[in-house]
């Protein structure tokens, strides 16, 4: 599911603790528009390869400058499980409607089976925000996620006991010492790679962490800040089929991403996948501090 934005822009809301916005850019209006751009030529780039695409549109009121990270209020699994997550800023909590849910049961034939609702948590100031909090390895049921204002260890725990997942938590931090506000900016995990931010990894817990990675089996990747900080982590692996290849893997990243890979790191990333998508979404990374990855809820 994405989620073609009406009112695209700079929220201050979420800046104090998302350090990849910038607020140097495009004004409200041509802003919102370049960002609608950008969302359909993804959504056309995911559909070529035969992904199936449920667009939901935004509403104009109330404004949500956000909602084209649908990612992280709302996570569709595989045995019908519908998760809404308790977000951080007010006018982001705007951005979860009933209708949305409704819409990919319809476009995509999910079948919803049960909904665990995490929203009540929003009245204690405690958060967590989707898959932009965790990064899931979903054959080995561990939910990795890094301490920030917007994931607390509380709701981490809750959500790991209803899904079945083991927790692990671990602090990562920017170059200036500032807490990274999703897990998904330093970490990715693919059927067969995994991309992290071990710079950004605190040295009390790269340890643990690199070992549990490697564990799994994958080719670990490890990038540093300046890659971090062009979503070079921030990508997503999903799936297709076709009958030239039957099942296929397509690994769907930004354009920014893919330079700042490098070709060394691109290299190893993708020999692991089937097809590469490296769309521009130059807008939604600088104004909104999330890429590719951030504007995709997968349904599996």
């Not at 070079?232 to 290849?245: G, H, I, K, S, Y």
Request: hydrophobic share 40%.
């Amino acid at each position: 599911m994405v989620v073609r934005p009406a009112a695209f822009g700079y929220n201050p809301q979420t800046a104090p603790s998302n350090r990849f916005m910038r607020t140097a850019g495009p004004a409200a209006g041509s802003a919102a528009e370049l960002a609608r751009a950008e969302l359909d030529s993804l959504v056309q780039s995911l559909r070529s390869e035969g992904i199936g695409v449920c667009v939901a549109e935004d509403t104009i009121e109330p404004a949500k400058p956000d909602a084209v990270f649908p990612n992280n209020w709302v996570s569709f699994h595989p045995d019908g499980t519908v998760v809404l997550y308790p977000m951080q800023a007010q006018n982001r909590r705007l951005e979860r409607r009933a209708e949305l849910i409704e819409q990919v049961s319809r476009d995509l034939g999910y079948s919803v089976r049960r909904t665990l609702d995490l929203t009540a948590h929003e009245r204690d100031g405690r958060f967590l925000e989707g898959t932009g909090s965790l990064v899931l390895d979903h054959v080995q049921r561990v939910a990795y996620a890094c301490r920030s204002p917007r994931t607390d260890p509380q709701v981490l725990q809750e959500w790991c006991r209803a899904l079945e997942y083991e927790p692990l938590l671990f602090d990562a931090l920017d170059r200036g010492g500032v807490p990274l506000y999703h897990t998904n900016v330093v970490l990715s995990i693919t059927t067969r790679t995994v991309v992290v931010g071990s710079e950004a990894i605190a040295a009390a817990d790269r340890g643990q962490i690199l070992q549990r990675l490697g564990a799994s089996g994958r080719e670990v990747i490890e990038i540093g800040h300046a890659e971090i900080e062009g979503f070079a982590a921030n990508v997503l692996e999903l799936a297709t089929w076709d009958e030239a290849l039957g099942d296929a893997t397509v690994l769907v990243m930004s354009s920014g991403a893919r330079r700042a890979l490098g070709e060394r790191a691109f290299t190893r990333l993708t020999s692991g996948s089937d097809i590469v998508l490296a769309v521009p979404v130059p807008t939604i990374e600088q104004l909104g501090g999330g890429s590719v990855r951030c504007m995709l809820a997968e349904v599996f």
